[in-house]
């Protein structure tokens, strides 16, 4: 048996598809465009990160500034000098001045008891008063004296 002739194929295995380079194509533009986005989106959100920091810094220096000035400001050691520049007159309390309290809010065994202080400066307040200030009575007739 004889073979015939085969056609010999001129034309490649893969064939060129146009509508599938056009949309290899407008994918890889869609990727690059993606990527561009992508990319100025982080460098706006690195400087505001940067913008954020700097604020935070600049804060933290203010509020080490501050926690400085109030530390000066409650310095014992200073009192004297500060009440002298306000021109107060202020002394320590004497020893029969002072009250010590406990936890509860009541006076420490051996501290002065609050009724006695009260007592104390109500008869202080009654000397004070005059006669003439004293509040008047009335008589058993209802007349005031």
Known sequence: MRRRNRKVNKHSRFTVNTAGVVALLV???AMVMFY???G???T???QE???AEKDYKQLSKECERVAARWTEMMAVDRLPEKL???GLEMNLPRADQQVRMNAAGRPLPGQ???ARAR???ATANMAQITPEAQPRKRTSRGKIR
């Open 27 to 29: 994918t890889g533009f």
């Open 36 to 38: 561009c986005v992508l």
């Open 40 to 42: 100025m989106r982080c």
């Open 44 to 46: 706006s959100i690195a």
């Open 49 to 51: 990160l940067e913008a």
């Open 84 to 86: 002298t520049r306000f």
């Open 112 to 114: 002065i008891a609050v």
């Open 119 to 121: 007592e104390r400066l």
